[in-house]
């Protein structure tokens, strides 16, 4: 079962290629041992560490940041839906990852200020 999950992250990875890069506040992998408490002391990343990295690594092709909003409730209509994690990335996320839709648009961008919970 551990080496097909190996497999798994392995085909991932190599999916986006050699030259991507992740910045993120917890480590992808866990250890029996690893104390996450630490983790919790790293600062969020924020929209303007996200707009800094725009404008300081010229060699990016695309940079994005992605935010999580756990416990979020959705509504439509007369649909109701609670307690969801909402992922919210930038639009360059869908290039980084090669993602393909085959209907649908992203939300227009926003002059609106990006807050993290």
């Known amino acids: 079962m551990v080496d097909s999950v190996e497999r798994n992250v392995k085909s991932s990875f190599n999916r986006l290629g050699d030259n ?3 910045i993120d506040r917890f ?5 029996a041992d690893q104390k996450w408490w ?3 002391k790293r ?3 924020s929209y303007q560490d996200f707009k800094k ?3 300081k690594v010229q060699s990016a092709k695309h940079v ?3 935010g999580i909003m756990m416990g979020a409730d959705l509504k439509y209509l007369n649909n109701n839906v609670s307690n969801l994690p909402i992922a919210v990335p930038t ?3 869908a290039d980084i990852l090669n993602m393909e839709f085959s209907n649908g648009r992203f939300f ?3 002059s609106r200020r990006w807050v993290v919970p």
Do not use: C, N, Y
């Open 53 to 55: 990295i725009q404008e």
């Open 108 to 110: 227009a961008p926003s």
């Open 91 to 93: 639009h360059e996320l």
């Open 43 to 45: 600062p969020m990343p």
């Open 38 to 40: 630490i983790f919790l």
């Open 20 to 22: 991507v890069v992740f």
């Open 64 to 66: 994005a940041i992605r």
């Open 27 to 31: 480590p992808w992998t866990q250890e």
